[in-house]
């Protein structure tokens, strides 16, 4: 599932990169991924609609195995 999970996180990096962001894959335990926001997405006011609205639910869409995401520092 780390494959599955990684795959979809390069599909979604062009996008927070094209806002001076971006986002490393942290872990993937019992469908808790755990995700780093970086560049201009960490300490953004909007990251966590980033990480549940945009990163949480794209994830979801693609890998149904995935449960939740989390931000980790």
Same mark, same amino acid.
Request: net charge negative.
């Given at each position: 599932m780390q494959e @599955?999970?990684?795959?979809?996180?390069?599909k979604i990096r062009?996008?927070?990169q094209a806002d001076g962001g971006d986002v490393e894959l942290?872990?993937?335990?019992?469908g808790v991924v755990k995700v780093r926001l970086q560049g201009a997405c960490r300490g953004c006011p909007m990251s966590q609609i980033?990480? &549940?609205?945009?990163? @949480? &639910?794209f994830l979801k869409k693609e890998v149904p195995e995935v449960d939740r995401? @989390?931000?980790v520092d």
């Open positions: @599955e999970v990684q795959a979809v996180i390069d062009p996008m927070l942290v872990s993937v335990d019992n980033t990480l &549940k609205n945009g990163i @949480e &639910k995401v @989390e931000g």
